[in-house]
């Protein structure tokens, strides 16, 4: 009780310090969300998307970061491997989407309706692409430039209807589009380039030797199946983001221990006579070390308790402004963070502790 009405004497700072802490906590939520998100979105085209083999261009190794170029002839190829039933191509490339005057980049793919293979992993609302003038947009950036089934955009001079809206297509800094193989050859300028093919085998064909034959027979190709291909692109999107979440992570850390050591360091020698009169009177050191932890220990499950509150709605807010980024909470995340802002608690009210060293009993006589 008596570290509890320390901290209601100072009414503000208490208030500033929890929403500090909320702040910092809302911060670490917010950046494993955002990976998550991330770390979704850019790769479940891959995963919806199954194939038993992946085949690309000679050295490359994901279509996140990555080029490839193929021909058809190459599909005529693979076709005639033993043991191969189908092989789907996709045309991978930036395009630029104009709806009246605005314009942003997707990630168009083109791919062969008949199969399907390559195509939007989900729709979310009207269907797949049936015709050369028509198109499946991500439905974040539908909603980010107010586009809906039905409407007409146009790439390059081609005026395309939108046939629908795809789900597990938002890779955080760009999203896909999907056109048929022939429209994105047309766009793209040439009619016989594609970027990989999805090959599916006959029944009962062992994968690894149909790999092996397709990389004898097929030149300049890479050949992975489906869970390789999927581990080098989680790979590859975590090479480029993870270095800034835990820059960030680390950041609001050493952020939240500074704020915590100061406050409790203040509260220590505003209260440096009561902690004299505490010791002249025989308190043992635990008691007076345990006053400085409850005040962080409440101070830090209140930040908590907050930031759990408000980020929900932050999350909502953030993606309706802007729809492309998606944060994705789990109770898992909470309570890693949780235990995470405990442990920091902690470690903040043992380098505060250290100042009642230099408090000694005869100074409450001063």
């Known amino acids: 009780m008596y570290a509890i009405r320390i901290l209601i004497r100072q009414p503000v700072r208490s208030v500033l310090t929890v929403g500090g802490i909320g702040l910092c906590i809302v911060l670490m939520l917010f950046l494993l969300g955002v990976y998550r998100g991330v770390a979704d979105g850019s790769v479940d085209y891959i995963r919806r998307n199954p194939a038993d083999l992946w085949v690309l261009q000679r050295n490359a190794t994901n279509i996140l970061r990555g080029s490839s170029l193929l021909t058809l002839s190459h599909g005529t190829l693979l076709r005639e491997t033993g043991g191969v039933r189908q092989a789907s191509p996709v045309l991978l490339f930036l395009a ?104 599916s085998l006959r029944p009962g064909e062992d994968r690894d030797s149909v790999r092996r034959a397709i990389m004898e027979d097929v030149p300049g190709v890479e050949v992975y199946d489906h869970a390789t291909f999927l581990q080098n692109n989680i790979r590859e ?107 920091i608690t902690l470690f903040s009210a043992w380098l505060a502790v250290r100042r009642l060293r230099g408090i000694y009993p005869l100074e409450a006589f001063a």
């Open 96 to 199: 630029t989407v104009w709806r009246g005057k605005e314009n942003a980049t997707l990630f168009l793919a083109g791919f062969d309706p008949a199969t399907g293979a390559g195509g939007p992993p989900e729709i979310a609302a009207g269907r797949s692409v049936k015709d050369d003038d028509e198109v499946v947009l991500d439905r974040s950036f539908a909603a980010k430039y107010g586009i809906h089934p039905g409407d007409v955009v146009r790439i390059q001079d081609d005026s395309l209807r939108v046939s629908g809206l795809s789900a597990g297509t938002n890779a955080f800094v760009i999203q896909y589009g999907f056109v048929t193989l022939r429209r994105a050859q047309a766009i793209l300028g040439i009619p016989s380039i594609v970027s990989l093919y999805l090959v």
């Open 237 to 343: 999107m975590e090479s480029g983001f993870m270095p800034i979440l835990y820059a960030i992570a680390a950041i609001g850390a050493v952020v939240l221990t500074s704020i915590l050591t100061l406050l409790l360091t203040v509260i220590i020698l505003e209260s440096r006579h009561d902690f004299a009169v505490m010791r002249a009177l025989g308190s043992p050191e635990s008691f007076l070390s345990g006053v400085v932890l409850v005040q962080a220990s409440v101070l830090s499950i209140a930040g908590i308790t907050c930031a759990l509150l408000a980020f929900p709605v932050l999350t909502e807010t953030i993606e309706l402004i802007a729809p492309e980024v998606s944060a994705q909470g789990s109770l898992l995340q909470a309570g890693t963070v949780s235990l995470v802002v405990l442990g």
